[in-house]
């Protein structure tokens, strides 16, 4: 098994490419192309070891903190994170429904209104203990309710049976 290659500092140059594509130069010569960055932590520890995978999923190589790398590494990275990672913020439940076991949903959105289903609402919603909520819909998609306390009286009314 090969040594971990752990990226930190200014130890190595990362650059974008097309869509949620990354170069890496380090600087002992080593040159990564078409890699991907994922959170290995990705709920709890989102600017903090992010590994970076080749075309075949196989990682080369780790960056232990997003904060200590180069202004324009660092934002390459994070743009390609947030373009993975992206996760619609409810901010309000307009309608809620539930039909042969099915939970429908429409809600409004940062970035709009979307309709969705959840299959199992036993573990496609999950309350974490700081008061945000994730919903998994059943196209794997991701939502986030950034707190309940947030969300107006009705919403809260409307989702509260199923949390």
């Known amino acids: 098994m090969s040594e971990r290659t752990y990226i930190e500092y200014d130890n190595a140059r990362i650059t974008r490419l097309d869509g949620l594509a990354l170069r890496v130069e380090m600087y002992d010569g080593r040159v990564f192309e078409n890699v991907e960055a994922r959170r290995l ?4 520890g989102a600017s903090r070891y992010i590994t970076l995978l080749d075309e075949d999923g196989v990682e080369q190589a780790v960056i232990r903190n997003l904060k200590n790398l180069e202004p324009d590494s660092r934002k390459a990275v994070e743009e390609t994170l947030a373009q993975y990672y992206l996760v619609p913020k409810i901010t309000r439940v307009l309608a809620c429904t539930e039909k042969y076991g099915k939970l429908t949903l429409k809600v409004e959105t940062d970035i709009g209104e ?3 289903e959840i299959k199992h609402v036993n ?3 999950k309350v974490l203990f700081d008061g945000r909520v994730f919903i998994t819909d059943s196209s794997d998609n991701r939502y986030e309710i950034p707190g309940l306390r947030k969300l107006d009286k009705k919403s809260l009314a409307l989702l ?3 949390l």
Request: aromatic fraction near 24%; glycine fraction near 0%.
């Open 160 to 162: 509260s049976p199923y």
């Open 41 to 44: 932590f990705p709920i709890t």
């Open 114 to 116: 979307h309709r969705f």
């Open 123 to 125: 573990t496609d919603i």
